[in-house]
């Protein structure tokens, strides 16, 4: 699933009947592995709370509904249960696209700073059952707001200024004057920022490009100490770790391609039990 952020009032996803189909394709693995089910009711619910944050952000949504993947990643939580299943999912639901909307605008709409949807919700799931949150979806979002945010904020200014110093060099070379003319009349006409600090507000290692991620496989200099895991929330770590390397935001390919994998594995799945739900 994929966005953008065209501000329109129209929702080109998939129309509400097919997304409550999709929807209520994950009740075999909710009901048969946690005991969960939504009716198609419930289901109505969460595809028409989706189709209205979706709206609300300005967003048009190409392709099909978040929901079935978002049921499926967060069912282990432990926190998808009893009478309020359908409105934990409904509240995640809300949550995602109003992320997703919040994250685009701290990137500037940059295609090169996209956090993935599996990224989001890799993210979102860590939040929602850190003991900081305990499946609280507002307090989920409140802390990705006060840690995610930020940090894309501050990978945006960063391409911003390797952007105009990259105008400079040219500027400062006449046989580029011409070549790159309108260039550089843009990037001189154009500025995102209210003071020159604004413009150095990004790091070292962010400038050296280690491209190092929060998944994994991160280089030895930024592995955390044991220790720091036995009293510290995850929070804590997420943000010292992003505060040392904001690239770290973004996941590694052989991550991407994991969840990739695994999102593809559950859509069969999801597929195969709503067919099966149909011969009946």
């Known amino acids: ?10 929702f080109a996803g998939l129309a509400l009947a097919e997304q409550q189909k999709q929807i209520l394709a994950t009740n075999h693995a909710a009901y048969g592995d946690y005991g969960v089910r939504l009716s198609p009711e419930d289901a109505e619910m ?22 079935p993947r978002l049921i499926r990643w967060f069912l282990p939580s432990g926190y998808l249960t009893g009478q309020n299943y359908a ?16 994250l685009q605008d701290a990137g500037g709409h940059d295609p090169a700073l996209t956090l993935s949807d599996n990224a989001l919700l890799n993210y979102m799931f860590n939040f929602y059952t850190s003991p900081t949150c305990s499946g609280d979806a507002a ?7 006060n840690i995610l945010l930020p940090v894309m904020r501050r990978l945006a200014a960063g391409r911003e200024t390797e952007r105009k110093q990259q105008t400079k060099r040219l500027s400062d070379q006449p046989e580029n004057a011409l070549l790159f003319a ?15 600090a604004d413009e150095e507000s990004y790091d070292y290692e962010y400038r050296s490009a280690m491209g190092k991620d929060c998944f994994g496989g991160s280089d030895p200099a930024y592995q955390e100490p044991e ?7 995850y929070e804590d770590r997420l943000r010292r770790i992003l505060n040392r ?7 590694s390919r052989e991550t991407e391609a994991e969840w990739a994998d695994r999102a593809e594995h559950w859509e069969d799945e999801d597929a195969a039990a709503a067919k099966k739900e149909g011969a009946k």
């Not at 699933?1 to 129209?10: A, G």
């Open 227 to 233: 220790a720091y895991g036995t009293r510290d929330t």
């Open 182 to 196: 309108d260039l550089i009349e843009q990037e001189r006409a154009e500025s995102s920022f209210e003071e020159e």
């Open 139 to 145: 307090e989920m979002t409140a802390q990705a707001e």
């Open 1 to 10: 699933m994929e966005f953008s952020l065209m501000f329109s009032e129209q």
């Open 245 to 251: 390397n904001p690239a770290m935001l973004f996941p």
């Open 87 to 102: 409105l934990n999912v409904a509240e995640l639901t809300e949550a995602f696209y109003r992320l997703r909307s919040e």
């Open 46 to 67: 969460i595809a028409q709370t989706g189709q209205k944050a979706v709206s609300a952000a300005g967003m048009v949504a190409v392709g099909g509904s978040i929901v």
